[in-house]
């Protein structure tokens, strides 16, 4: 099966983030602007969390929060799973759904390299599994 830098390679390596002191009303609209589920919290070169649309929702919209007072450091999610590029796609997935969570940045020592979502992943594993009942298919016919 395919790991996680060949899906890195196919989707691109867009990092998009964002510092920890920034008012959660930029992060909504990075990630409006960019069409993402989520931002990488990030001290310089260091990943220190992950933002997401389910964190604004839960801990600003719910809690009746102010978007431009609030800081993305008091409503990050930390610590933030992670996963090096040779990690399976079907092993990325099963993360993805124990955890419960729909971003996996990818890291290689203390390197950020990219980010994939929940989404890629399903499209992967959907295009794997209709690579192989295609091989089945012609193995039966053949």
């Known amino acids: 099966m395919r790991q996680v830098k060949h899906l890195l390679a196919t989707k691109g390596n867009d990092i998009f983030a964002i510092a920890p002191e920034a008012p959660v009303l930029e992060a909504i609209k990075h990630m409006a602007e960019r ?9 310089g070169e260091q990943l220190v969390g992950i933002v997401s649309e389910r964190d604004y929702a839960r801990k600003v919209i719910l809690q009746g929060r102010s978007s431009a007072q609030t800081a993305i450091s008091e ?3 930390t610590p933030v799973l992670t996963v090096e590029p040779e990690t399976d796609v079907f092993d990325c997935m099963r993360m993805c759904t124990d955890s419960r969570v729909r971003h996996l940045p990818v890291v290689q020592g203390s390197r950020v390299l ?7 992943l399903v499209k992967e594993v959907i295009s794997a599994q209709a690579e192989q ?3 089945l298919q012609r193995y039966i016919t053949s």
């Open 35 to 43: 069409r993402v589920g989520a931002l990488l919290v990030m001290r």
């Open 75 to 77: 409503i990050m999610s």
């Open 114 to 120: 990219g980010v994939i979502s929940i989404g890629d």
């Open 133 to 135: 009942i295609d091989q």
